[in-house]
């Protein structure tokens, strides 16, 4: 995977205006060479986003509310991975990192999820 992180003005949608966090990587998966990227950005700890592959997206989006946690002074807790309003996967950044697929995922989309959770557990 290749990286890069950014605190800087950019106009994103549904973001205001101003300084802005992104984090950006292209993945290359394991079972057929194809390329995933993986595009967030966010105004605080908490980035949301989506993680593209040649047939499928995924929305992620930062939460405060994994592994048994709700703390709004904390920072981010952990990301929530969906597709058509349905998690397919959860990646837990405290403590003692974690991730969770849904079993029937295809190795295809496990992989590029992969990528990008382990994109955010080196971010945080």
Not at 22 to 28: G, K, S, Y
Not at 95 to 118: G, K, T, Y
């Amino acid at each position: 995977a290749v990286c890069s992180t950014a605190d800087r003005p950019s106009p994103v949608p549904g973001i205001e205006a101003g300084h802005v966090r992104r984090l950006e990587c292209t993945c290359a998966t394991a079972a057929d060479g194809a390329v995933a990227t993986v595009s967030l950005a966010g105004e605080t700890d908490v980035l949301r986003g989506i993680v593209s592959t040649t047939d499928a997206s995924f929305a992620v989006a930062g939460t405060r509310h994994l592994a048994g946690h709700h703390d709004p002074q904390r920072n981010v807790s952990g990301y929530v991975v969906s597709r058509a309003s349905e998690v397919v996967a959860a990646v837990d950044v405290l403590d003692a990192p974690r991730m969770w697929f849904q079993p029937q995922l295809p190795r295809n989309h496990r992989e590029a999820i992969a990528c990008a959770s382990v994109a955010l557990l080196l971010h945080h």
